[in-house]
């Protein structure tokens, strides 16, 4: 099982050959890393190949990137504008897009296997005219990622479009079936899915549409309320009665299984040592438990 970390928790700060070394002496092998300018500016060439000669020369490798959420206007992702797949408006439609194909080209210097996407904001309502737009523009990306030998891979979140009977309909109704899913198994704990049996339902009711489409997972716990991204075991998600459940995914011998943290303390290198220590002990408990 390799030992993939997101650089979720660092979003605020930049991807610096320091931190990748603090990762990799943690014992991580593998990234996920979050695309945000100034996280890492993927739109410049020099830094796009400094990231990858840092990411040798820790032992890591980059497995797949979180597209960006918004074009960032300063190094604090203060004012950014928002993007999203799916924007009714045409012009601001394109310009998202744009910025994704953008995020995807960076493969070809800095190969990597997935992007995963949100199907619009945090809140996003259900509606005909916003699954049109999302369908015009990963129709679009999904060619464009194609040529780059990446998959576009859509996650299940808590607005009414990133509901996982929503994005199984979707998929089933565009005939999409470039598109891949991404499991975020907090997420499905925040799910409003609500069957009468079983204690951990909500995230067994989430899991099953997107069971024979999935290219990866987010690991993290929360206590079903709102999105904490603990370390697994930190919440009340059943952790033996998920593994049970993912295993029962077609690929689920080589599916990804990715760390999605946020991180509790300051920049400090004593600091972020102590979380990162904290991350590979949650994560080894999961592989024990695992395997």
């Given at each position: 099982m390799q030992r993939i970390l997101s650089t979720y928790p660092f979003v605020s700060r930049k991807l610096t050959p320091d931190l990748l070394a603090l990762i990799a002496g943690a014992g991580f092998n593998a990234l996920e890393i979050f695309f945000s300018r100034g996280h890492f500016d993927y739109t410049s060439q020099p830094e796009i190949r400094a990231m990858a000669s840092a990411l040798g020369a820790n032992g890591l490798k980059l497995l797949s990137i979180h597209a960006p959420g918004s074009r960032d206007l300063s190094s604090t992702r203060e004012g950014g504008i928002p993007l999203s797949i799916c924007e009714v408006e045409r012009v601001r439609r394109i310009d998202a897009m744009d910025e994704l194909k953008r995020a995807i080209d960076v493969a070809d210097d800095l190969p990597f296997q997935r992007m995963v996407v949100h199907m619009g904001g945090s809140r996003e309502t259900a509606d005909p005219k916003k699954r049109d737009a999302a369908f015009s523009t990963l129709e679009h990306l999904i060619l464009h990622a194609r040529h780059a030998g990446v998959t576009i891979c859509v996650e299940n979140t808590t607005s009414e479009m990133g509901e996982p009977a929503y994005l199984r309909s979707f998929v089933d109704e565009t005939r999409l079936f470039g598109l891949r899913f991404n499991f975020d198994i907090g997420h499905a704990n925040l799910t409003d899915i609500s069957p009468s049996s079983g204690h951990d339902s909500r995230i067994l009711?989430?899991?099953?549409?997107?069971?024979?489409?999935?290219?990866?997972?987010?690991?993290?716990?929360?206590?079903?309320?709102?999105?904490?991204?603990?370390?697994?075991?930190?919440?009340?998600?059943?952790?033996?009665?998920?593994?049970?459940?993912?295993?029962?995914?077609?690929?689920?011998?080589?599916?990804?299984?990715?760390?999605?943290?946020?991180?509790?303390?300051?920049?400090?290198?004593?600091?972020?040592?102590?979380?990162?220590?904290?991350?590979?002990?949650?994560?080894?408990?999961?592989?024990?438990?695992?395997?």
């Open positions: 009711c989430a899991f099953e549409p997107l069971r024979d489409s999935l290219a990866g997972v987010h690991l993290h716990d929360n206590h079903g309320e709102k999105d904490e991204h603990l370390p697994p075991y930190e919440g009340s998600i059943d952790w033996p009665t998920a593994i049970s459940m993912l295993k029962t995914a077609p690929n689920a011998a080589t599916l990804p299984l990715t760390l999605e943290l946020k991180e509790k303390t300051g920049s400090d290198a004593h600091n972020v040592a102590q979380f990162l220590a904290n991350s590979r002990a949650s994560l080894d408990r999961f592989e024990k438990a695992w395997n």
